[in-house]
């Protein structure tokens, strides 16, 4: 079962009054910076934004972004054990605030890769696209690293940080790479199929070890949607509910009725096989009549449709029993 879920920004704004007149009430925070030029989270950081939401009559559902995880962790270099100790304090303090669940991903160098922004759809909408060909030459991030260097350090993470996350009752989901290629600019990426989350998940046995399913990118690694989430089931902590065109070597991002994949069949799959309330929220969306583009993906108006889109597909499926 899923509940819709709004990425809301770590102040209050708008959009936070936006989410309850809709009738959301799961926040998904997902700042890249904090204040000051910070990119972690401190405790009094979190606690307050757990008191702004409560206040609000949000719950505080997912963080993700400005997670504490280094390249050093990522790659297994030298000095990842105390990073790691930092990360393991994080997920202390998000469970003693009572955040139930923490997105993370594990692409190191370059991490989220678009080529192109302003790409026309709908009704002269914007949306942003991936072609390799496009970000060839260029210095290479990391080339002396192999990918079995970075399935020790995902390994050697998830054994050190899993258990922690049990005490604290945190759920961890990790999200693919996006794009969901075997390696970018020379670094070696890993988290690229489903049979790549099942060692995943192998490697630490816990409903605390699970995984944030990013349909856009699940769809350009070519799986079958609905297949793929009942196959991963109640290890899902976490949806991000999107679509895209194409391949892992380019795709376009789409709008959410307008793309190739089944939605309401995706949609029946989450209400038949995933855990408990699980939060949904809608990922990237067209850019919109009337806004700017200066945060492609990001924008309100889109979001605003697709949880209208993401009720009525799961209203229908719940009519359907």
């Given at each position: 079962?899923?509940s ?5 920004p ?9 989410a309850?007149q ?10 890249l ?5 910070r ?7 979190l606690?307050g934004?757990?008191n ?5 009559g ?7 972004g400005?997670?504490p ?5 990522r790659?297994?270099?030298?000095g990842?054990?105390?990073?790691i100790?930092?990360?393991k304090?994080f ?7 009572g ?12 991490r ?5 922004a302003h790409?026309?759809s709908?009704?002269g ?9 496009k970000?060839?030459g260029?210095?290479?991030q990391?080339?002396d690293v192999?990918?079995e260097d970075v399935?020790e350090?995902?390994e ?5 940080v ?5 005490e604290?009752?945190?759920k ?5 790479d996006?794009?969901?290629?075997e390696?970018?600019r020379?670094t070696p990426?890993?988290?690229?199929s489903?049979?790549a989350?099942?060692r995943?998940l192998?490697?630490y046995d816990?409903?605390?070890?699970g995984?944030?399913?990013c349909?856009?990118?699940?769809a350009?690694?070519?799986a079958d949607i609905p ?7 109640d ?22 009725d307008?793309g190739?994949?089944?939605m309401l069949?995706?949609?029946r799959?989450?209400e038949d096989?995933?855990?408990?309330d699980v ?5 990237h969306?067209?850019?919109m009549?009337?806004?700017d583009?200066s945060?492609p993906?990001?924008?309100?108006k889109?979001?605003?449709?697709a949880?209208?889109?993401m009720?009525?597909?799961r ?7």
């Amino acid at each position: 079962m899923v509940s819709p879920a709004l990425i809301l920004p770590h102040e209050p704004d708008e959009r936070w009054q936006l989410a309850r007149q809709m009738g959301v009430e799961k926040a998904v925070v997902h700042p890249l910076e904090i204040g000051d030029g910070r990119t972690h989270w401190t405790y009094d950081d979190l606690q307050g934004l757990a008191n702004w939401l409560t206040d609000a009559g949000l719950e505080f559902a997912v963080l993700e972004g400005s997670v504490p995880i280094s390249d050093r962790i990522r790659l297994g270099r030298e000095g990842r054990d105390e990073d790691i100790e930092e990360f393991k304090q994080f997920l202390r303090n998000c469970g003693e605030v009572g955040i139930p669940v923490v997105c993370y991903d594990w692409m190191a160098g370059v991490r989220w890769a678009r080529t192109a922004a302003h790409v026309q759809s709908r009704g002269g909408s914007y949306v942003t696209e991936f072609d390799v060909e496009k970000v060839q030459g260029g210095p290479a991030q990391f080339d002396d690293v192999t990918h079995e260097d970075v399935w020790e350090a995902i390994e050697y993470f998830l054994r050190e940080v899993t258990p922690v996350a049990e005490e604290a009752g945190v759920k961890l989901g990790l999200h693919p790479d996006d794009p969901p290629r075997e390696s970018l600019r020379g670094t070696p990426r890993i988290v690229d199929s489903v049979e790549a989350y099942d060692r995943v998940l192998e490697a630490y046995d816990s409903e605390h070890n699970g995984v944030t399913f990013c349909q856009g990118n699940f769809a350009a690694m070519g799986a079958d949607i609905p297949a793929a989430i009942e196959h991963f089931g109640d290890r899902i902590n976490f949806v991000h509910f999107r679509d895209v065109e194409g391949d892992a070597d380019r795709f376009v991002e789409t709008w959410h009725d307008a793309g190739p994949t089944d939605m309401l069949a995706a949609m029946r799959a989450y209400e038949d096989h995933v855990g408990d309330d699980v939060p949904m929220r809608p990922d990237h969306v067209p850019t919109m009549a009337g806004e700017d583009n200066s945060n492609p993906g990001y924008h309100t108006k889109g979001r605003l449709f697709a949880i209208g889109y993401m009720r009525g597909l799961r209203e229908q499926v719940r009519a359907d029993r």
